[in-house]
Every structure is written in structure tokens, then in C-alpha cells.
């Protein structure tokens, strides 16, 4: 069977949005014996177990009824985590205070920054980098990681 992997994936973002979730990400791992679907969301209160839980058992069902996997799968539901670079301006809100590496989108050549986020306005981040005020807009960053300090 040839998995249908953009109508799971456009399923399982209308079904987390509407259970009321930030749909991060969906990667697709494993062979047609042993699929692995691993589902990352967030929430401004950030993601409980029985936040993965709701969902899993909702996109779970979705998968079932709509007969969209017939071979046997693995669903994982989790928090993106601290590894994972930030996509929407929600987490850059719940992550204001903390330092980041940047990666901007200049022309066609990358450019590679680290700064701590000081505010989010609209699509636009003010980050300290080095002595420097510097406003990003979103669209300019082509990766964000939060980076953690011990």
C-alpha cells in the first residue's frame, strides 16, 4: 500500500488544531511492515501527557475510521522538545528570556547569530546579540533554536 503521507498529514493538523493545540510537526519513520508516526504539538501552558494522550487517541481513531493505515503503525505524540528548532512565533512567545541560536535566511548564503529574545511583536523578534538591539522579522530566520546552558 502506498502510504498517503500529505492527507495524514493535512488530517492530523486539522484534527490537533481543533482540539484546541499548535500543530508543530509529523515525521513518518519505519517500513510497510512497522510504520512509526511521531506527531509533535504545543500549547501556550506547554504539553501535558494528557495532552499526547487526547490526541493520540483522536488522531488514533481519525487513522482507523478513515481506513488511512491498513498495515500496523506506531503513533507517538510528544512536546517538540529543546532540540528541535522553533517554526511559529507562539513558541518564540512562550520563550522570551532565553538565548538562541539563529540561522537567517540572507540572499543565498546563510548567516549565524546567537542572541537572548527580548520581546515578540507581531511577526517581528527583538533580540540582544552581543551589545546590539537587532529586530527580526520571522520570514528572515531559517532556523531557531533555543540553546541551554548548564
Known amino acids: 500500500m502506498n502510504l498517503n503521507k500529505k ?3 493535512e488530517k492530523t493538523k486539522e484534527m490537533t488544531e481543533d482540539l484546541g493545540y499548535l500543530f508543530i510537526d509529523m515525521d513518518f519513520r519505519g517500513d510497510s511492515r512497522n510504520r512509526i508516526l511521531e506527531i509533535y504539538i504545543d500549547k501556550e501552558a506547554g504539553v501535558t501527557v494528557d495532552d499526547c494522550k487526547n490526541v493520540s487517541r483522536a488522531v488514533g481513531d481519525m487513522i482507523e475510521e478513515d ?3 491498513v ?8 512536546s517538540p522538545g529543546i532540540d528541535r528548532p522553533l517554526k511559529f512565533i507562539q513558541q518564540f ?3 522570551i528570556g532565553r538565548s538562541f541560536e539563529l540561522k537567517l535566511l540572507e540572499d543565498e548564503s546563510s548567516s549565524k547569530l546567537e542572541g537572548k529574545l527580548l520581546e515578540v511583536a507581531d511577526d517581528d523578534l527583538k533580540f540582544q546579540i552581543k551589545k546590539e538591539i537587532k529586530v527580526i522579522n520571522i520570514k528572515k530566520i ?3 533554536k533555543v540553546l541551554v546552558r548548564f
Open 142 to 144: 531559517r532556523s531557531a
Open 71 to 78: 498495515s500496523r503503525y506506531r503513533l507517538d505524540v510528544s
Open 7 to 9: 492527507e495524514i498529514l
Open 93 to 95: 512567545k512562550r520563550n
Open 67 to 69: 481506513g488511512l493505515i
